[in-house]
């Protein structure tokens, strides 16, 4: 099993950056790769961006994103982070991390494993 537990979530004014954290333990981290999720009330969880394993050194970004987030690992403290810049308020959502076990950068949910249990970004105007 994979444990995972973000951070770093607040209110921001638009323009702003954040970023957030999520700590993982467990089965070896390096293995998995990592997804960013978001969910504001009433829509559905969305995809944000993605890296994949240690092995493999690639991201994904959902188009809304690109040039603004960028996702990152850190082997020696098994973390992944989301840095968000140019921040919008349609960037508020609260945001989620999950493993996959794959060699790929997935963007399905299905394909997630593990999840947190997220934390809230709220953008103001």
């Known amino acids: 099993q994979v444990q995972l537990v973000e951070s770093g979530g607040g209110l921001v004014q638009a323009g702003g950056s954040l970023r957030l954290s999520c700590a993982a333990s467990?089965?070896?981290?390096?293995?998995?790769?990592m997804g960013w999720f978001r969910q504001a009330p009433g829509k559905e969880r969305e995809f944000v961006a993605a890296?994949?394993?240690?092995?493999?050194?690639?991201?994904d970004y959902t188009d809304s994103v690109k040039g603004r987030f960028t996702v990152s690992r850190d082997s020696a403290k098994n973390t992944v982070y989301l840095q968000m810049n140019s921040l919008k308020p349609e960037d508020t959502a609260v945001y989620y991390c999950?493993?996959?076990?794959?060699?790929?950068?997935?963007?399905?949910?299905?394909?997630?494993?593990?999840w947190g249990q997220g934390t809230q970004v709220t953008v103001s105007s």
């Open positions: 467990g089965r070896t981290f390096s293995n998995y790769a």
């Open positions: 890296i994949s394993r240690w092995s493999g050194g690639t991201t």
């Open positions: 999950a493993a996959a076990s794959t060699a790929t950068v997935p963007r399905g949910r299905r394909e997630y494993l593990y």
